[in-house]
């Protein structure tokens, strides 16, 4: 597995079990990919209304989502 450098786009945090949130598709090359602490910030992701439903889905797979209150 590859390492990833870039930190939590919510809390700042660098954790092993980070999960992508995000991929930034360009036109000129090759993307990339925001990445999110599974619980919280993740969660607190895919209630924003441009998360993509994959990651609901991935959330969802994990017992995460729906966030119980």
């Known amino acids: 597995m590859w390492s990833r ?3 939590c786009i919510v809390c700042g945090a660098n954790r092993p079990d980070m999960m992508l949130v995000q991929i930034i598709e360009v036109g000129s090359g090759p993307g ?3 990445y999110a602490c599974p619980e919280p910030c993740a969660q607190q992701y895919a209630s924003r209304t441009y998360a993509p439903e994959w990651l609901r889905s ?3 797979e994990r017992g995460l989502w729906p966030v119980s209150s």
Do not use: F, K, Q, V
């Open 5 to 7: 450098a870039a930190p």
């Open 32 to 34: 990339w990919g925001h």
């Open 58 to 60: 991935d959330l969802r």
